[in-house]
């Protein structure tokens, strides 16, 4: 049996035809089944959509409670029967919530990863290897030159520019699911106790994070602060507000970006990032080739990302490597979200 007959990608996105289900629509379909909460991932106006609790949650928080006509809760590791496909969600380590989907039918088991991390994180169930025979992977930063540092040492350095800088008010760009709330832990397992001011894109978000049981420490609303205010203080916000008109109202602001993207120094200098910090939720370059391997499988998609280096050290493992070209796929996390 081809591995296509379970799995394939159509316009709407990743379509299993036994199961009547798609993975990750694009558009709006009858059935979805959904990795985790990010946009490019997590579209409205499905009929019916699965997916752990967490990101059942957070979409509504994002999208409305009326993101889909039904709504059903997976639970992890729990194998369920779709029309004789028999479908689990297992831990994908990216955000709160993120999850792989695994698919077993007539002897083949497929798993397709979404998007994910293996480093240590608080605020994600850390990543599950599951054995498989084709293994559905991102590829954001498939190439040898990411590869990530400890992101405590990264936090550290934001530490030692607010000794140094004390009279600045040291905005962070951090993508408002995720990014944000993992900072603030790694801040709090550093030691900082001070308040951490939040845009208010951040609030609802970062709210559920609480009430998930995550401790984030003491948070403060940045919204009606006066002018030239938080010298000193950490404030985090959407990457975009680092470069609005909102973010110079604040204590000559030093600009701090969160993200693996700012391995590239130039796009740090692009986009007038004082203080790049080296932190991601997605796999890096060494991550990637280990997870392959560690799930056995034989044959490798790749949905987005740098496909073309990751598919060649495929091949040269002795794996078949496709790409999906999968539209849509990364929009979000190339910009803010990696």
Same mark, same amino acid.
């Given at each position: ?12 996105g ?30 409205? =106006? ?22 889909s006509?039904t709504?059903?809760?997976?639970r992890? =590791? ?8 028999? $479908?689990?969600? &297992?831990? !994908? ?33 850390? &990543? /599950? ?5 084709? &293994? ?23 530490? $030692? ?16 699911? =995720?990014? #944000?709330? @993992? ?12 308040? $951490?001011?939040?845009h ?10 609480? /009430? !998930? =049981?995550?401790?984030l420490?003491?948070?403060? @609303? ?32 030093? +600009? ?12 740090? @200098?692009? @986009?007038?990032? /004082?203080?790049?910090? $080296?932190?991601?939720?997605h ?7 280990? +997870? ?14 740098? /496909?073309?280096?990751?598919?060649h ?10 790409p999906?070209?999968l ?6 996390? #190339?910009?803010?979200? !990696?």
């Amino acid at each position: 049996m081809r591995p296509s007959e379970l799995l394939h990608p159509r316009p709407e996105g990743l379509y299993c035809p036994p199961g009547d289900f798609y993975i990750d629509a694009m558009r709006p379909v009858p059935h979805a089944l959904i990795t985790h909460a990010h946009s490019d991932h997590a579209r409205p =106006g499905h009929g019916a959509v699965m997916a752990s609790r967490e990101t059942l949650a957070i979409m509504g928080l994002r999208l409305g409670e009326g993101f889909s006509q039904t709504q059903q809760e997976a639970r992890i =590791g729990e194998w369920l029967n779709i029309s004789g496909v028999e $479908v689990a969600f &297992f831990p !994908a380590g990216h955000v709160l919530g993120s999850c792989q989907i695994a698919l077993r039918w007539k002897g083949l088991t497929i798993v397709v990863s979404g998007d994910y991390k293996r480093e240590p994180d608080a605020t994600a169930a850390p &990543f /599950e290897v599951v054995p498989c025979d084709v &293994f559905v992977t991102e590829a954001t930063f498939g190439l040898p030159v990411f590869r990530h540092p400890d992101p405590h040492g990264e936090v550290g350095k934001l530490l $030692v520019s607010l000794q140094e800088n004390p009279h600045r008010a040291h905005l962070v760009g951090a993508y408002s699911l =995720g990014k #944000a709330q @993992r900072l603030i832990r790694h801040l709090r397992e550093a030691g900082y106790d001070r308040p $951490v001011y939040l845009h208010g894109a951040l609030e609802k978000v970062t709210g559920y994070y609480e /009430e !998930a =049981g995550i401790a984030l420490g003491p948070l403060a @609303r940045a919204a009606g602060l006066p002018r030239g205010s938080l010298a000193g203080e950490i404030l985090i916000c959407p990457p975009s507000s680092l470069s609005d008109i909102w973010s110079r109202r604040f204590a000559e602001p030093l +600009t701090v970006a969160a993200s693996g993207w700012m391995r590239v120094r130039a796009r740090a @200098r692009q @986009r007038g990032v /004082e203080l790049p910090l $080296v932190i991601s939720d997605h796999a890096d370059w060494d991550s990637l080739r280990a +997870t392959i391997l560690e799930t056995g499988a034989s044959e490798i998609w790749v949905t987005h990302g740098q /496909e073309d280096a990751l598919m060649h050290w495929c091949l040269g493992q002795g794996l078949a490597a496709q790409p999906l070209h999968l539209v849509g796929f990364g929009e979000e996390a #190339a910009e803010d979200a !990696a």
